[in-house]
């Protein structure tokens, strides 16, 4: 049995504790909210991000981020990007953690913004973590809805690492009768995937909503632009150094994007359609100001926080990435969906289309 803490109370990361609880593990999360923390360990409940779901007895919870990091055999992070560098900064001088006792895995999507423009997860977090752990942090990804992990449903994993060993700890710690894991070391490629597909899912979402009001967009469109954002997630990936291009083939790619863009379980997918259905877009005047009070949307939709730093990452590179600029003018006001799904199909097809959509 070994002891793990889970650095963030989430939906995924309380569904990754509880695959390692039903392992045999001992499970700590750390939660910000003390509703959440009593809820875990009163109700055996994440009433907040994972409800209607039994925990086991030997998954608990703590609001003492130290406490959490603290003598365990592995941590893993699983606070969203916006989060993730405070924790980090909380826990480096744990004694485990200082002297590189206890590997480190990360299940955080995204980029992470720094005074130096956007960055790669694992790279900006050696920056804060002592020497050791440079080159021997584990990424987590794949297909994989909270939801659905948390209940059972079979679901596959990528472990990726610059070290090999430690990809394969890691898979072997994670890997259940409802969870495969296999090891990676694309680092680079398979973090891009797990970012950017997020971005490709709030247009693909925007698509899906035109789809009910339109005799021109259908699920061939739909298809169209996910082999289009993969197209972008790659070209992204090889300048920023990506290794293997089979990562795009596999579960941390199509995989990923495909669920990501499909589901009914996605935030993405559910912030595009929302933004036709429901124009939720309407009190924010600009990215900024969206971005700067998303808990007034009640969710997280990650590709809003990354669709800024992919822009900032495409203008340094020299990319042309029609999907990911359509989605950031429409998230800052500066085109309206419509325009931007034929700009984005033109893009694509080389000609203008010039479909109607009778918005509700």
Request: aromatic share 6%.
């Amino acid at each position: 049995m070994k002891s793990i803490g889970m650095i963030g109370g989430g939906a995924w990361g309380t569904a990754i504790g509880k695959i390692l609880a039903e392992k045999g593990h001992q499970v700590q999360i750390w939660a910000y909210e003390q509703e959440l923390v009593d809820s875990i360990n009163t109700r055996q409940e994440n009433n907040l991000y994972l409800p209607g779901v039994s925990l086991p007895a030997n998954l608990t919870a703590d609001r003492d981020i130290r406490a959490v990091a603290q003598d365990k055999d592995f941590v893993i992070f699983s606070t969203p990007s916006l989060y993730l560098l405070p924790a980090v900064r909380q826990i480096v001088t744990v004694p485990n953690i200082a002297e590189g006792h206890t590997p480190l895995g990360v299940l955080t999507k995204g980029f992470v913004h720094t005074q130096r423009g956007p960055r790669l997860i694992l790279e900006t977090m050696e920056d804060y973590l002592p020497g050791f752990y440079k080159g021997n942090l584990v990424y987590i990804s794949g297909p994989s809805h909270a939801e659905e992990v948390a209940r059972g449903k079979l679901t596959g994993l990528i472990s990726a690492s610059q070290n090999p060993k430690n990809s394969i700890r890691f898979r072997e710690l994670l890997n259940s009768e409802t969870l495969m894991v296999f090891s990676s070391l694309d680092v680079i490629g398979v973090q891009i995937s797990a970012a950017v597909k997020n971005v490709v899912a709030i247009a693909f979402g925007i698509m899906d909503a035109m789809k009910e009001f339109s005799g021109t967009v259908g699920d061939n469109t739909e298809s169209l632009l996910l082999a289009a954002g993969l197209n972008e997630i790659q070209t992204i990936a090889r300048a920023m150094g990506s290794t293997h291009p089979e990562t795009f083939t596999s579960i941390a790619g199509v995989g990923d994007l495909d669920v990501t863009c499909r589901s009914i379980h996605g935030r993405n997918r559910r912030f595009g359609r929302e933004i036709v259905l429901k124009h939720i877009l309407e009190p924010f005047s600009s990215i900024d100001d969206l971005l700067s009070n998303l808990q007034e949307l009640g969710y997280l939709p990650e590709g809003a926080v990354a669709v800024a730093n992919v822009k900032e990452l495409a203008e340094r590179l020299n990319l042309k990435l029609p999907i990911s600029s359509g989605v950031f003018r429409i998230l800052n006001k500066e085109n309206t969906p419509m325009d931007e799904a034929r700009g984005i199909l033109a893009s694509l097809t080389g000609a203008r289309l010039d479909f109607h959509v009778d918005f509700p």
